[in-house]
């Protein structure tokens, strides 16, 4: 057969910023590449950078991380099924140093069954350093089905990605055990700043939070997600990064919070499942490389941090879009007159 050429597909982008970033993770002000053919994004997501700079920086912080893939196994019924779970709970050490032998970065976490008739599925979670971790923990949960399956012979093999991981899919699941870097970032706006640059109130952007994020998300079906548009930011980061772009679908579950204090506006964003990494695949492009030294995630740091950077920049990104958008939709006629004027 013959090779195929790789050819790559141009996307444009720019740099916005500088975004001030505070909190146990960094403290630093970084100009941010955006990769998009949305071009009014690139000017939104600057005016909150600026916002970020004069309000004395999005403080983001990194509730929990850890990375999941789910193995499903067979058994004859139900009863063995259960019998199979009660005893691997007992097991857990042994599962550990399974999982632990795959990679020296893999570090095991916990493990969450769910059966279905007499069909077992094994969510593994472990961490995984600077990388994002696709790969590393689907090598790991290989490792722990053939054991699984070594071990308790009454048990067939199945597949060793059972969708209870839950990978690129919508899902509540990864909001509530965890996959990826879950993220808050959060900022005190001066009443004097929102009104003069963001052109609106504070309660303004109160209210629509409500109005539009949660009562809209909600007549609408949305699974565990409040927001306006966290996934432009993010697939134009991921891209701009060298990540894998899928996983905006479930990076972009994520919720906004806004409140009115005194004459400011407090205003987060929560982002669960930013799943990013440092290292790995995508990362060796000339242009990615350049990104992530601009970032500042390539230096000598203890395993983990790089990526940890990288999931707070990208949290305090989202944040300047969602921003500039919601106190946008404030205003009549703000958003329209945005588009007609950068695209057209």
Excluded at 146 to 156: D, N
Excluded at 196 to 214: A, C, E, M, W
Excluded at 223 to 239: I, P, S
Excluded at 293 to 315: F, Q
């Amino acid at each position: 057969m013959k090779q195929k050429t790789t050819t790559y597909a141009p996307v444009p982008m720019q740099t916005v910023g500088p975004v001030k970033i505070v909190g146990p993770v960094m403290q630093d002000e970084v100009m941010v590449p955006l990769a998009t053919f949305e071009s009014p994004l690139w000017p939104s997501t600057n005016r909150g950078a600026r916002v970020s700079v004069l309000s004395g920086g999005v403080r983001a912080v990194i509730v929990d991380e850890r990375m999941s893939r789910s193995v499903l196994a067979q058994a004859p019924d139900a009863e063995t099924a259960v019998r199979v779970k009660n005893n691997l709970l007992t097991r857990l050490p042994d599962v550990k140093r399974v999982v632990e032998q795959t990679s020296r970065f893999a570090q095991f976490l916990d493990v969450h069954f769910q059966i279905v008739a007499n069909l077992l599925y094994v969510r593994l979670e472990i961490s995984t350093g600077d990388a994002s971790g696709h790969n590393m923990v689907t090598k790991a949960a290989d490792a722990m089905l053939r054991w699984i399956l070594a071990e308790y012979q009454e048990l067939t093999y199945s597949s060793v990605s059972g969708n209870f991981c839950t990978d690129k899919k919508v899902s509540a699941v990864n909001g509530i055990l965890g996959r990826g870097k879950n993220v808050v970032a959060d900022i005190v706006i001066p009443g004097k700043i929102c009104r003069r640059y963001l052109k609106t109130r504070p309660q303004q952007v109160v209210d629509l939070n409500i109005q539009k994020n949660l009562y809209g998300s909600i007549i609408a079906g949305g699974v565990r997600t409040a927001n306006a548009h966290f996934a432009n930011m993010l697939l134009a980061f991921y891209l701009a990064a060298g990540q894998d772009a899928a996983n905006i679908v479930e990076g972009s579950q994520g919720f906004v919070n806004a409140e009115v204090r005194g004459e400011d506006l407090y205003f987060a964003v929560t982002l669960p499942n930013v799943i990013v990494g440092a290292v790995g695949a995508g990362k060796g492009l000339d242009f990615v490389q350049q990104n992530l030294d601009m970032l500042g995630c390539t230096a000598e740091r203890e395993p983990g941090d790089n990526a940890r950077r990288l999931a707070v920049i990208a949290a305090a990104t989202v944040l300047c879009g969602e921003l500039s958008l919601l106190a946008a939709l404030t205003n009549p006629g703000e958003l329209m007159s945005a588009h007609e004027n950068l695209e057209r």
